[in-house]
């Protein structure tokens, strides 16, 4: 009986010709792949290059005060603080030019008379006071000056100022620290001006501390 002309092919009869397309779209894929990968790499080479030069220099705040600018250091010493050593000093904040001529003799010129603020030790050592919050509160408050104080204050290796900590007023053989104090909101300040939440005028506060290590 002869074959219907329309009888359909095998169903592998073309193999060959489909497996070499799907060999083909194989090797596409691959290549894409690889193309995908080494543009990668290259992108990762990149930015490690640029982090390791960016990376020079990194900005490291003071910790003398909010308001100070930061420094620039060196990320190779980015583990390394630098020394010092907390004390307490006795004695009274003055106005540098001013003990610089009564006590040694030596002449400032009029428009530093009021420039910088120093601790005149008992022992006769002018130390520089760094102006933080804590610094500028002797130049704000008069009534902080000239006064018998003692003051916790941090000294650094290779430099003269001080940093200080806290402030204590000798009165009578007494130790009292002195700070600022709102009483409508309640916030301790370190120096004199308006509160930092309400804005009324803050006031001078004493409170008697411990009397150890008055010298």
């Not at 603080?81 to 610089?100: D, S």
């Not at 000239?146 to 290779?158: F, G, N, T």
Request: hydrophobic content about 35%.
């Amino acid at each position: 009986m002869p074959q219907n002309s329309s009888q359909p092919q095998l169903s592998g009869e073309h193999g060959p010709s489909e497996r070499r397309g799907r060999i083909g779209a194989d090797a596409d894929r691959t290549a894409r792949m690889l193309v995908v990968c080494v543009s990668l790499v290259v992108c990762c080479v990149v930015y490690l290059q640029i982090a390791k030069f960016s990376g020079v220099h990194a900005v490291e705040p003071q910790a003398t005060g909010s308001q100070e600018k930061p420094v620039l250091k060196s990320t190779e010493d980015s583990d390394s603080k630098p020394e010092f050593r907390t004390e307490l000093i006795r004695g009274q904040v003055v106005w540098l030019a001013a003990a610089l001529k009564s006590k040694f003799g030596i002449s400032t010129v009029p428009e530093v008379a009021e420039n910088s603020l120093a601790l005149l030790t008992r022992n006769g050592q002018l130390l520089p006071i760094v102006e933080n919050l804590r610094g500028r509160a002797f130049r704000r408050d008069e009534r902080l000056r000239e006064k018998d104080i003692q003051i916790l204050a941090r000294r650094y290796v290779h430099q003269p100022l001080i940093q200080i900590l806290r402030v204590y007023q000798i009165d009578d053989g007494q130790r009292y620290e002195v700070d600022y104090w709102c009483d409508v909101c309640a916030i301790v300040m370190f120096e004199t001006g308006p509160c930092a939440c309400c804005q009324d005028h803050n006031r001078l506060r004493k409170r008697l501390a411990e009397n150890d290590d008055i010298d």
